[in-house]
């Protein structure tokens, strides 16, 4: 949803920005982001430590390298730019075979581009990528059309939305149950009701399946729909963090890794293996034996973490609406 928002929200800020501007905005930004992933959030956030033995590609590496696709691609006309990415998020599945050696020397670019996998390989460094481009790429250019929409009077839009997400939420439900295409990973009847119900919605999402995008994107749709005018008060919480989504993302994960840094210590008596990930399969900490806890457990840490970090982007959110910093809008 927020790559499709992504490409929505570039679109609405041509009415503060020249294209020109806007062009050289999101390149820029899209650079920053791609640092951001692979280097700070890397070392300060995922594995405290700043070997670079493990590096993975990452939601932030992929949003930026949409962004500096769309940079050029706001110079097509709409049209175009909406064919290009129904192109991508529709066909690109039809590429599903094909096997990255079979490029030889440039295997990694396919990795980079339709993987995910390996684009470095050696003793010392390993680079791996997750978030494959060309879908990622589709959906942003569908969000940078999607924000034309949000020009059209109010009734239309929401018709409009309404019909889109019940259309792409119907073609799921129509395109996975034939089984035939959209999803490397084809669903299959098991013991239980609820078990087959699961092998239905379990979608790939590295990189996204189209039934993966189906099932995401058109409930979104529907949510955008329903959502739209002032928030109800039970919401509220939910806006403050939605203004500053790129602080909340940059400060989740260090908090979060300080917290299992602190349970290893008073739960396992040892901390050593939070600040190594030696290889892939131990990436992003290298966890003592006996690690893990129940589903409570989890739940707990998570509403505890969102809990935390309310009070952070509120004074976050009020502190940014009073400032003009050009630097504020990379963040």
């Known amino acids: 949803m927020f790559f499709l928002l992504t490409g929505t929200s570039a ?43 493990v590096t993975l ?36 599945n039809l590429l599903d075979g094909v096997n990255a050696q079979t490029f030889g020397a440039l295997a990694p670019v396919w990795s980079i581009l339709h993987g995910p996998g390996m684009v470095i390989t050696g003793p010392d460094h390993v680079v791996f990528a997750n978030y494959p481009l060309i879908p990622w790429i589709g959906v942003v250019a569908l969000g940078w059309c999607l924000g034309a929409v949000y020009a059209w009077p109010a009734e239309r839009r929401r018709a409009w939305l309404l019909r889109m997400g ?27 009701l609820v078990a087959t119900v699961l092998s239905f919605l379990n979608t790939t999402k590295y990189p996204p399946s189209l039934a993966f995008l189906l099932m995401t994107l058109g409930p979104a749709l529907l949510a955008l729909r329903a959502l739209e005018g002032p928030p109800p008060r039970w919401l509220e919480p939910a806006r403050i ?11 989740h994960f260090p908090l979060i890794h300080l917290v299992a840094v602190i349970v290893s210590a008073l739960r396992f008596g040892t901390i050593h293996g939070m600040f190594e990930s030696p290889t892939l399969a131990q990436y992003p900490v290298t966890f003592p034996p006996g690690w893990g806890f129940a589903l409570p457990g989890v739940y707990a840490a998570w509403i505890g973490i969102v809990a935390a970090m309310y009070p952070l982007c509120r004074w976050y959110a009020a502190w940014k609406q009073r400032r003009r910093d050009w630097w504020l809008s990379y963040l």
């Open 57 to 92: 590609l990452l939601v932030l590496w992929a949003l930026g390298g949409s962004m500096i696709v769309l940079s050029a691609l706001i110079h097509l006309p709409s049209r175009v730019v909406a064919i290009i990415g129904a192109v991508l998020v529709i066909g690109h």
């Open 241 to 251: 963090f939605g203004k500053v989504p790129m602080f909340y993302y940059l400060v």
């Open 11 to 53: 679109r609405l800020s041509l009415g503060r920005k020249t294209r020109g501007e806007l062009s050289r905005f999101l390149w820029t930004r899209g650079l920053w982001l791609i640092l951001l992933d692979t280097v700070v959030l890397r070392c300060l956030a995922y594995q405290w430590n700043v070997d670079f033995h």
């Open 166 to 192: 019940g259309g792409l939420t119907g073609a799921f439900l129509v395109l996975r149950a034939c089984n035939l295409y959209g999803d490397p990973s084809p669903w299959a009847a098991q013991r239980t």
